[in-house]
């Protein structure tokens, strides 16, 4: 089955501008994530979407927001972009039940460059 | 901020060779993940062990769980050249029905020469 696809996968932006991510879960995954990773901080977790419930906020700005829609696809969203959010941007997505309920799964991610 | 720690922070190998990846953290845990990640790609899942497993193995993969040191080791015996990647481990995946934030080590990164 197809895995966690994300859009797009590079991008770049200039300082003040705004950037939408998109990923799609696994089919029948009802949990999505998201996570920043860069040289420096390494991989962060930013916050967790299940049944369009944002359930778990990792420790960044608000300029830093996602939403979940009612077919557990996600989008997140960065706005008046800085320099420092330059970055590999991961989503995962995870089933919420079953023996396998715990794996979580990731996908390519989405590069974001902001100049 | 990262769990834990992981050891080493670089490793290199002539292929053939086994490769042991040590991980450390600092709270309990429900289980524990490892990934592989390709320079500039996403993670591959590649093992989960549970907090009451003390050994898992997958394929060429052995991940041993010490709950009472709070560390995991992962080994790749019999390495290859397209093993070379970074290695993370990660806690935090909970159980079904809890909420998933998972927290990354800092990784070690494997080169394996030909």
């Known amino acids: 089955k197809a895995g966690v696809t994300q859009t797009p996968r590079y991008l770049i932006k200039t300082r003040g501008q705004q950037v939408t991510l998109s990923c799609s879960p696994i089919s029948g995954h009802r949990s999505v994530s998201w996570y920043q990773q860069t040289p420096g901080q390494g991989l962060q977790f930013l916050f967790e979407y299940f049944s369009e419930t944002q359930r778990n906020k990792g420790n960044f700005p608000g300029r830093f927001s996602g939403r979940q829609f009612s077919n557990s696809r996600s989008e997140m969203n960065v706005s008046t972009l800085e320099l420092g959010d330059s970055a590999l941007y991961l989503c995962a997505s995870s089933r919420q039940d079953g023996p396998s309920g715990n794996t979580i799964y990731f996908g390519e991610g989405s590069w974001l460059t902001v100049v | 901020s990262q769990q834990g720690e992981e050891d080493p922070q670089a490793l290199s190998i002539q292929e053939g060779e086994n490769a042991t990846m040590n991980c450390s953290y600092k709270?309990?845990?429900?289980?524990l993940q490892w990934y592989r990640q390709n320079s500039g790609r996403g993670l591959v899942h590649l093992i989960l062990i549970r907090s009451n497993e003390r050994e898992k193995h997958s394929g060429r993969l052995r991940v041993t769980l010490d709950t009472s040191k709070k560390s995991s080791s992962l080994l790749i015996t019999a390495s290859r050249a397209a093993d070379t990647a970074s290695y993370f481990c990660?806690?935090?995946?909970?159980?079904?029905?809890?909420?998933?934030?998972?927290?990354f080590g800092s990784g070690t990164q494997l080169t394996v020469l030909p």
């Open positions: 709270t309990s845990i429900n289980n």
């Open positions: 990660a806690t935090g995946g909970g159980w079904p029905g809890s909420a998933r934030q998972l927290t």
